[in-house]
Structure formats: structure tokens, C-alpha cells
């Protein structure tokens, strides 16, 4: 029996509880996509598909609701595939291993789901139906959202058949979302010539591990680690000493999530072996007294490595740890408008080391488009002074506030009733699809809203379960607010 079959409500934990033996990776989302058309075949839903393979699952009124306005329930079907390095899991086949600690579900070294599973399953679980009546829904189920929103921007626009719309991709209990940030990434190539590796010379691997990562967007303003950088200023610090050669360089996997794990193999002239484990030890005061107490976890360790076959030439080493080092990392400005949000970011995500060159992608987030693309042309200055090439990936848009939105009032009456208070209303810096979803179809009016989860985008992830009852309660409220008479 699952570890899920014994919370409630039932009927969205075993949704999800299908979904989890689902592989979906972005891209890679047919087990998810079959489990929504066989939910919706064996109740007599009907399906539609665009050209890029979005779903649009078509749910009819309860009694006495079928002149009600159309509401669609949207969320994505992938989910960030992250795990452990010392977990043996393939995100293409594998279930996920879940367990129940408290008042949490998490998984066992990889990242959940939840994001956006919960919200895949309660559309799922309102389409059976509730304590409460609805109108029409038409539940919108993306693709491929993680690694660039690319399901919502290839989006069939004139399948958005209603005007209404509660986007189920929310992180905070309590809180309503209705705004959020727009991003793009940049992916730089710097170009980089081999040689052959010194005789005699000492060979290490430098890693980091044990950082929490997290989602770029949602957690960066908490200053967690960064393992590729820390790594770099580790490099750069026992560089300036003396003689040095780089084989490998690498970290990070996904462009929304902070690197938490980093690692390199370099090597030395046997006699700077003691001068490297200072370097090394020096790091690892210095960094473990730069990191919050969240990352109490941070190991900064040095191992012996095999010989390489290559090394990166000096004067290319160098340059690309002076790239690394000087791209912009973190919070860049925060929003004159909104107390407590960060309004632009960048984050240094990935870089790996092939025959030729590295690879380096980073990721701009801005609720204020023209200080996004400010930050992108200053890493395109950057790299190219350095000889690299860049590529600007598409990004995609903000959602501006509108605070007269129906949906907004039916969501702030709802949630008073559940949690007994004002919600929180404001946005978010990470990006949601609603900002496409409304460039595909200008008026929509949106609200968005979810469960608290924790460590999104991280093995760390995992989901509160009083809050998903009490999401559940109030996605109820509200669907019964937005169809309810005149």
C-alpha cells in the first residue's frame, strides 16, 4: 500500500500518488499525458490537444451550474528531475520513492513532484467533483514548463476557451499570487584549448556538496550557496600561489535551480601539496562562515584523481574562472513597488567542460522587462570580452497585478472562510506560465494559488499536508463563488 493511501483529501492524494509512478521529465511527459486521458476517458471527458501537445480536458457542470461561466484549472505536467549523487535513480522510468514524515511528504534523495503534481491532481480531483458545486471547467494541462515555460509559449491560444482562469502552481499556504517575474536565459560558450598534463604533478578532485540549492526564482533572495562558485573562488584562490593545471570543471543541471553540488580535478607540482591543503581548509572556514544556517549541511573536500589524459591551457583556465567569478549572481535590485520582493536576479546555473570548450548557462528573472534584458547585454559584454560566444534563449513574460480580478474576490472571500484571515496577496519573483497564458489571451483573468511546498526544484522538496486539505477546501470555495447565480 502506498505511504500516501492513508491522508486526506483521498481524492488529490491519489492523483498524485498515480502521478509519482509517472516519468515525466521536461520533454519527456507521455506516462503523465496517458494517466490525464485515461482519468478523463473512464469519466467521459473529453480531450483535446494542441499541435505542441498541451491537454485541455473538458468538464461538465454539476446540476444547476451549466450556464455558469467557463473556468479553466491550469498546472504543468513535468516535474525538475534533481537527485542525490549518491542515489541510484533513473528520472526516465523510475517511481518516485515517497514517504510521509509528519506532517510532510518527501521523496527519498530526489525531488517529488509536487511541483506541480498537487496541482495536476486537485484539477483532476475537481473535475470528480467535491462538497461543493462548479460550473463548466476546462482543465489546462502544460508541457515542458520547467525549462523555459516552452509548453505554455507554443500554447493554441484559442483553446483558452474561458475568460477565467486559477493557475494551480503555487508555493505559500494562505497566500494568493498575482503577478510574477519574467526571465530568459543566456548560454555562453567559451571556447577552450587542450594540452597534455604535466609529469610528476599531484592530482585532486575539489567538490562541493551538501548545499540545499532550491528554485532560483523563489529562493534566491536567501543567499544560498552556490557550489560552482564556490568551487572557482576555491581554483582562483590556490591559482594566484603558483603553478596549476585544470582537466574538469562542473556543476548545476538545471537552469532554474541553484547549483548545489560542484566539483573540479586539478593538479600541481607535488611541492604545492601543502599549499593546497590550506587553500583548502582556509575555503571551508571562509565559506561555512559566508553561508546562512540553512546550509548547515556544506563540505568542501579534496580527494586524490587519476591522472587526465588533458589539461585546459593556462591562459584559458584563467579566463574561465574570471568568467565565472564575475558573472552576476544573486539578488540585483529589489522592487520599489512591492515590500519583500526581489525584483531582478540572476542565477549562474550550470557549467560543464567538454573536448572543446564550456558550457555556462544563466538565468535572468525581472519583474521589470527592460532590467532583464539590462542583465543579460552586461553577461554578453562579459563573455565576449573574454572571447566567448553567447546565445540568448527566449524568455518569457511577466503578469502584471489586477487588482479588480473577479477570480482575486472570489479567492479572498474563499481563503478568509478557510484560514480565518486576510490572505497574503502579492508576486511572486519566479515565473509562472500566467504571463504567457495571458499574452495568449489578452484579458484573462487570473489568480494563483497552491499548498505550501518546500524545496522546490531540490531532493529536498516536499509538501505540507494540512495545506494541501485546506488548498483543496478552498479551490472548492472558490469554483463554487465563480459559477454561483447571480
Not at 194 to 220: F, M, Q, Y
Not at 275 to 298: K, Y
Request: charged share 25%; hydrophobic share 40%; proline share 6%.
Amino acid at each position: 500500500m502506498s505511504a500516501l493511501a492513508s491522508l486526506s483529501p483521498t481524492s488529490v492524494w491519489s492523483h498524485f500518488d498515480a502521478l509519482t509512478r509517472c516519468p515525466r521529465p521536461s520533454g519527456e511527459e507521455a506516462a503523465a499525458i496517458a494517466y490525464v486521458r485515461e482519468v478523463a476517458d473512464a469519466r467521459g471527458w473529453t480531450v483535446t490537444a494542441d499541435a505542441r501537445g498541451n491537454l485541455f480536458v473538458d468538464v461538465p457542470a454539476t446540476a444547476g451550474r451549466e450556464s455558469a461561466p467557463v473556468v479553466m484549472l491550469q498546472a504543468h505536467l513535468d516535474m525538475v528531475c534533481e537527485k542525490n549523487s549518491d542515489i541510484e535513480f533513473d528520472f526516465s522510468k523510475d517511481p518516485i520513492r515517497t514517504r510521509v514524515d509528519g506532517e510532510w511528504v518527501a521523496a527519498d534523495g530526489t525531488t517529488l513532484g509536487a511541483d506541480n503534481g498537487i496541482g495536476v491532481a486537485a484539477a483532476l480531483a475537481a473535475g470528480d467533483g467535491g462538497e461543493r458545486p462548479h460550473g463548466p471547467l476546462r482543465l489546462v494541462f502544460t508541457l515542458d514548463e520547467e525549462t523555459g515555460l516552452t509548453g505554455a509559449a507554443q500554447l493554441d491560444g484559442s483553446l483558452l476557451t474561458g475568460d477565467l482562469l486559477l493557475n494551480l502552481d503555487s508555493e505559500e499556504d494562505g497566500a494568493l499570487c498575482i503577478g510574477c517575474a519574467g526571465g530568459a536565459d543566456a548560454h555562453i560558450r567559451l571556447p577552450l584549448e587542450r594540452t597534455a598534463p604535466s609529469e610528476g604533478w599531484t592530482w585532486v578532485r575539489l567538490r562541493v556538496c551538501g548545499l540545499k540549492g532550491g528554485h532560483s526564482g523563489i529562493n534566491i533572495h536567501e543567499n544560498r550557496g552556490n557550489a560552482v562558485r564556490l568551487v572557482v573562488r576555491c581554483l582562483r584562490r590556490f591559482a594566484a600561489g603558483g603553478p596549476w593545471a585544470l582537466a574538469e570543471l562542473g556543476g548545476g543541471g538545471k537552469h532554474n535551480a541553484i547549483p548545489r553540488e560542484a566539483d573540479a580535478v586539478l593538479g600541481f607540482p607535488t611541492e604545492r601539496e601543502s599549499a593546497w591543503r590550506d587553500v583548502v581548509d582556509g575555503c571551508r572556514v571562509a565559506f561555512a562562515g559566508e553561508l546562512p544556517p540553512i546550509e548547515s549541511g556544506f563540505a568542501l573536500e579534496s580527494e586524490p584523481a587519476e591522472r587526465p589524459d588533458r589539461v585546459v591551457v593556462d591562459r584559458d583556465a584563467a579566463k574561465l574562472l574570471q568568467l565565472v567569478t564575475a558573472l552576476p549572481h544573486g539578488v540585483l535590485a529589489m522592487s520599489h513597488d512591492v515590500p519583500g520582493l526581489v525584483e531582478t536576479s540572476n542565477n549562474v546555473a550550470i557549467v560543464a567542460l567538454d573536448a572543446d570548450g564550456a558550457r555556462i548557462v544563466t538565468s535572468a528573472r525581472s519583474n521589470i522587462d527592460s532590467k532583464k534584458l539590462a542583465v543579460l547585454d552586461a553577461q554578453r559584454a562579459l563573455a565576449e570580452a573574454l572571447g566567448a560566444e553567447v546565445e540568448l534563449h527566449d524568455g518569457y513574460p511577466g503578469w502584471q497585478p489586477d487588482l479588480d480580478s473577479r477570480t482575486l474576490a472570489a479567492a479572498r472571500e474563499a481563503y478568509r472562510e478557510v484560514w480565518g484571515r486576510e490572505p497574503e496577496v502579492g508576486a511572486i519573483h519566479a515565473g509562472l506560465e500566467c504571463g504567457l497564458l495571458g499574452e495568449r489571451k489578452p484579458g484573462l483573468d487570473m489568480v494563483s494559488f497552491g499548498p505550501t511546498i518546500e524545496g522546490a526544484h531540490s531532493p529536498d522538496e516536499r509538501v505540507h499536508v494540512p495545506s494541501v486539505a485546506r488548498f483543496w477546501d478552498a479551490l472548492g470555495r472558490v469554483l463554487d463563488r465563480l459559477s454561483a447565480p447571480a
